[in-house]
């Protein structure tokens, strides 16, 4: 038993509810005790466009995008360790990743996002036709004096609302509480689960 140069064993919880043993020197990543070549991006990444490495693209089946940001190299390479920062992309010694930000939507916040746009667009021109013009913050009609009753639109902003009713029902479903940013615990001790892929 070589125990002093393998360094010791501490017995650990995985995130499967099985226990094992990590190596204190020997594990470099939360997923696997080998070393694995990646890249931090500022995300989130929607989609890679294209990696440039010495002016070569390389294949789509070369990298992958785990959790969220973080491009991972998978084809037995490794990225360069150092490029040169003032060469344009193509030249030697140069890395470029070229990709999207942004996180794929379902159809209800496209018809969200449709609405809202359509509301910039057409809704505050005379000649517009698109059927947000009309005004969903109505709240009291006289017929007979033509008196009209608008709602105070710096209360319907301040409770996180736009005033157009398909946006607002997305809103309300993805944040009921109309919080302004998503709840967070940072813990020195826990790293988040990766997530491979898509």
Not at 7 to 12: K, R, S
Not at 98 to 121: K, N, Q
Not at 167 to 172: G, H, Q, R, S, V
Request: aromatic fraction near 6%.
């Amino acid at each position: 038993m070589r125990w002093q140069t393998a360094g010791p064993w501490i017995p650990y919880l995985g995130r499967d509810g099985q226990w094992r043993n990590a190596s204190v020197c020997g594990c470099a990543s939360d997923c696997s005790c080998g070393e694995l070549c990646e890249i931090r991006l500022v995300g989130p990444v929607y989609d890679i466009v294209a990696v440039e490495e010495n002016g070569t693209t390389l294949p789509e089946d070369a990298y992958r995008v785990d959790s969220v940001n973080m491009l991972v190299r998978t084809d037995g390479g490794c990225w360069p360790d150092c490029q040169d920062m003032a060469a344009p992309c193509g030249d030697p010694d140069t890395l470029c990743v070229t990709y999207r930000t942004g996180l794929p939507l379902d159809e209800s916040a496209i018809a969200a996002v449709s609405e809202l746009t359509c509301h910039y667009l057409k809704g505050c021109q005379p000649s517009g036709s698109c059927s947000c013009k009309r005004n969903p913050n109505l709240t009291r009609v006289t017929r007979q004096g033509v008196e009209l009753e608008m709602a105070d639109p710096t209360l319907l902003y301040s409770e996180g609302r736009t005033g157009l009713p398909i946006t607002d029902a997305w809103l309300l479903s993805v944040n009921p509480n109309r919080l302004p940013s998503a709840s967070r615990v940072y813990s020195p001790d826990f790293r988040r689960p990766r997530r491979v892929g898509p």
